[in-house]
T-cell receptor, first 115, second 117 residues
């Protein structure tokens, strides 16, 4: 049973336009959400995160939106650049109380930004 | 500064053989995680080490899998009697710690691609 779902395996966007990557989760205990970016043959790189007490977090061209009632988050990249082409993983964890804070990942969305 | 390193980068082994995968976390990081990514899947949590505490082994898929962390630093993941379904990329991550109420971002190594023939 997948607790974090990325329903779009791939996405193509023109350079300069907005990329929107979506993620849904089912576990209401999750209170911290992250996006990782992964290039081939490399480990995932942390991109941006959001706590469940917020509904938006922005860092440069990257903005993450969280809709707790819908158990949905999205990553917006504006403007998209060819170097953004990678696989993007949505991840979630439970950070309240003691625990391992392990990450639960979605299957990833492959973003292709076309020059 | 050095990031998380893993060795070997690639490992091909015959079914039934044992393999050891190594992870060197970022210096000073007390928390260490192992994940694996099978083809077409997301990353799957395997095991977590935090300082001298007992590890969280809840993600290990079978008793053929084990891991150690010596001296609070280097970790080895051992898979005994490998099976073809063990073929995956095994990723190690480290973070500053996992104290209750506090947590820090996980930094990943490049992974070890394991192929069981």
């Amino acid at each position: 049973d997948q607790q974090v779902k990325q329903n779009s395996p791939s996405l193509s966007v023109q350079e300069g336009r907005i990329s929107i990557l979506n993620c849904d989760y089912t576990n209401s205990m999750f209170d911290y959400f992250l996006w990782y970016k992964k290039y081939p043959a490399e480990g995932p790189t942390f991109l941006i995160s959001i706590s469940s007490i917020k509904d938006k977090n922005e860092d440069g061209r990257f903005t993450v939106f969280l809709n707790k009632s819908a158990k949905h988050l999205s990553l917006h990249i504006v403007p998209s650049q060819p170097g953004d082409s990678a696989v993007y993983f949505c991840a979630a964890s439970v950070r309240s109380g003691a625990g391992s804070y392990q990450l639960t990942f979605g299957k990833g969305t492959k973003l292709s930004v076309i020059p | 500064g050095a990031g998380v390193s893993q060795s070997p980068s690639n490992k091909v082994t015959e079914k039934g053989k044992d393999v050891e995968l190594r992870c060197d976390p970022i210096s000073g990081h007390t928390a260490l995680y192992w994940y694996r990514q099978s083809l077409g899947q997301g990353l799957e949590f395997l095991i977590y080490f935090q300082g001298n505490s007992a590890p969280d082994k809840s993600g290990l898929p079978s008793d053929r899998f084990s891991a150690e962390r010596t001296g609070g630093s280097v970790s080895t993941l051992t898979i005994q009697r490998t099976q073809q379904e063990d073929s995956a990329v095994y990723l190690c991550a480290s973070s500053l710690g996992g104290l209750a109420g506090q947590s820090y971002e996980q930094y990943f190594g490049p992974g070890t691609r394991l192929t069981v023939t």
